[in-house]
């Protein structure tokens, strides 16, 4: 049984895709990696077949067009056999037992928990010298708590502490998903070449359907500093309030948030 499907899109990525897998097929649970090559020019296409060759947990998928990240993980959520969903980009890497840990807030407690996530490190170093201290700060929140607390942290931090971190990372790779509940009807990923921020706006339509949250400030998620990753070359902030705007409604705390 497959427990998590990983999901990573790749463009010309072969400088750094190596460690990224090293670290994935490291987690110790049954999963299975699914790379999504995303009309690579270089040598990502070669280092996959390597490590399909080698280990039979990892598949290798090719986009007939260039069609950007938020897309290509769309495509890989139809295709995935796993209980459960994660998403690493390319250039990021793991810390050891992020996904083991995730699980067992998962399946932790009363609470049935379809989203479980954790902090990340930024910016990562090139390799972990230590160990990430595990599920510190676990708290949990059951479907109203998401609705008053988690889904409003999401849109945005309120103006007296607009400048300080948010409560909870943006990235969707941060976070490990229930396959059926992305898998309803609505919830996609959108194009990051339409809408900037992609992954909060994912994040908050799957939450916003959860049964129940947990979360860990054990920062398991090495993100690295990439300037030409798509968020760097695909920026509408407008179109990112105005979609924050349509979320907020005419709920007034909401706004604020969304305007910050």
Known sequence: MVEVSVIIPAFNAEKTLGRCLDSVLSQALELEVIVIDDCSTDGTV?????????DERVRLLRNSQNIGQGLSRNRGIEVAFGTFLAFVDADDYLAPHMYEDLLSLMRAGNLHIDVAGCA????????LREGVPRLEGIRYYDRAQI?????PALMGNPPETAAKPRAFPI??????????LVR??????????????EDLFFDYDVMRHAAGFAFTVSPYYCYTVNAGSTVHRYLDPTTKIERLYALAGTDEKLLQRASL
């Open 184 to 197: 309803q009807p609505g919830i996609a990923f959108l194009s990051e070449r339409l809408v900037y921020s």
């Open 147 to 151: 609705h008053d607390e988690v889904l």
């Open 120 to 127: 990340l490190l930024y910016p990562a170093p090139n390799a």
């Open 46 to 54: 070669a280092l996959c077949k390597r490590y399909v060759d080698r």
């Open 171 to 180: 990235s969707s790779c941060t976070y490990l998903f229930r396959t059926s």
